[in-house]
């Protein structure tokens, strides 16, 4: 079946540690998303990218870094520069950008500072 | 930057009563989206209606879109104690040549049984 897999479920920080977040998707979609999540909030855009070798920052890019260098992968890094790295991080897909339609999400990885 | 605003951010009803949900917006979109979340999960697209749509249906799901007020509701009829869930709404700005998504706060859904 097609889809969207982020690993690892769960993932433990320490302090001044880098972690790297996993996104791979069987889709064949040509756009992929990080945003985070806090509680009881909505999502802020992290990046995004249209298509490989390329990516744009969203909201709130500081403290994180992307790649695409395949098209099915768009891993995420939340480097010591992320001060507040706790939440709950969603990648999602989409076909080609510019058109109307809906994302495929993830089933996210929850991140905690220990 | 939050484009939508959702009301209520809480809602609580019976099951078999009907659930509306409010979103507002600020820039002109091309589509608007609702997405469900159940606690703890990945969101999961319900609806999208476009700019020139004023109103879609999709099995016990209702949506309007009012460009003019730059509104939209989600209407869930004969609701289900498995529609307990938190409610989206994401906005496709026509600013944007990149097709991101806006989302808003969400409205947290409990139906009892």
């Known amino acids: 079946d097609g889809g969207i897999t982020q690993s690892p479920k769960y993932l433990f920080r320490k302090e001044g540690q880098n972690v790297t977040l996993s996104c791979e998707q069987n889709l064949n979609h040509d756009a992929m998303y990080w945003y985070r999540q806090d509680p009881g909030q909505g999502l802020r855009l992290i990046y995004y990218?249209?298509?490989?070798?390329?990516?744009q920052k969203g909201d709130i890019a500081e403290g994180y870094s992307v790649s695409r260098e395949k098209k099915e992968s768009f891993p995420l890094t939340v480097t010591s520069a992320q001060k507040n790295p706790t939440a709950f991080y969603l990648c999602?897909?989409?076909?080609?950008?510019?058109?109307?339609?809906?994302?495929?999400f993830g089933s996210g990885t929850r991140l905690t500072v220990v | 930057s939050q484009q939508g605003e959702e009301d209520p951010q809480a809602l609580s009803i019976q099951e078999g009563e009907n659930a509306t949900m409010n979103c507002s917006y600020k820039?002109?979109?091309?589509?608007l989206q609702w997405y469900r979340q159940n606690s703890g999960r990945g969101l999961v697209h319900l609806i999208l209606?476009?700019?020139?749509?004023r109103e879609k249906h999709s099995g016990r799901l209702r949506v309007t879109l009012d460009t003019s007020k730059k509104s939209s509701s989600l209407l869930i009829t004969a609701s289900r104690a498995a529609d307990t869930a938190s409610y989206f709404c994401?906005?496709?700005?026509?600013?944007?040549?990149?097709?991101?998504?806006?989302f808003g706060q969400g409205t947290e859904l409990s139906v009892k049984p």
């Open positions: 990218s249209q298509i490989v070798n390329d990516f």
């Open positions: 999602a897909s989409s076909h080609r950008t510019g058109v109307s339609y809906g994302y495929t």
């Open positions: 994401a906005t496709d700005e026509m600013r944007n040549q990149g097709g991101k998504l806006i």
């Open positions: 209606i476009r700019s020139n749509e």
């Open positions: 820039t002109s979109i091309n589509n």
